[in-house]
């Protein structure tokens, strides 16, 4: 079984709709992440928790919102979606005493239409 | 200026060659420095971290680092098909627990 898993794999949802991407880990890992990645843009950080009391926000985190409801689950809400928002959007994790190295889910591509 | 650049590519080289990536990085306090490959419509995959001055040798990738000049590298020896794709290269700047990227240079392996 995937260490990090992600829900869904493909969305495609309209303008003005909320949305709600999940993320559930295994590795026991206390710190999580969402990003989002552009052709030509790699990967920019939304928001991040470092447990489930400290959420903070990343570079990008405006029309965005999270839920740290467990250690394992993070979620990444698009309040109202448009389409600028079209993208792959990664979780990541890391072990505070891994030396900072972060294992990614497998990605949800989202189109907002 | 960005915080992590990396040589813009697309990088072809032949089977069995040696490719070579470059990666700069701006926050002289950076203690981190990764690797990741991505093939196409997959995540980044965590390859190499590196974490002092010098060489750091696994199987057929190497990753230079030089904190002095701000630059860390990655050496594929012997490439092969199965490494195309792009590689990332990824700083902790400011030692904050969080990762800069760079855009990534694409690697095609033709044989």
């Known amino acids: 079984d995937a260490d990090v898993t992600q829900t869904p794999r493909n969305r495609i949802t309209k303008t003005g709709k909320r949305i709600m991407l999940e993320c559930s880990q295994t590795k026991g890992h206390d710190r999580m992440y969402w990003y989002r990645q552009d052709p030509g843009l790699g990967l920019r950080l939304i928001y991040y928790s470092f447990d489930v009391k400290d959420i903070n926000k990343g570079e990008i985190s405006d029309g965005y919102s999270v839920s740290r409801q467990a250690q394992a689950k993070f979620s990444l809400s698009l309040e109202s979606a448009i389409p600028n928002q079209t993208a792959l959007y990664f979780c990541?994790?890391?072990?505070?005493?891994?030396?900072?190295?972060?294992?990614f889910g497998p990605g949800t591509r989202l189109t907002v239409l | 200026q960005k915080e992590v650049e990396q040589n813009s590519g697309p990088l072809s080289v032949p089977e069995g060659a040696i490719a070579s990536l470059n990666c700069t990085y701006s926050d002289r306090v950076s203690q981190s420095f990764f690797w990741y490959r991505q093939y196409s419509g997959k995540s980044p995959e965590l390859i190499m971290s590196?974490?002092?001055?010098g060489d750091k040798e696994d199987g057929r990738f190497t990753a230079q680092l030089n904190k002095a000049s701000q630059y860390v590298s990655l050496l594929i020896r012997d490439s092969q098909p199965s490494d195309s794709a792009t590689y990332l290269c990824a700083v902790n700047p400011s030692n904050d627990y969080k990762l800069s990227f760079g855009a990534g240079t694409t690697v095609t392996v033709r044989a």
């Open positions: 590196i974490y002092s001055n």
């Open positions: 990541a994790t890391s072990d505070p005493d891994g030396r900072d190295e972060q294992f």
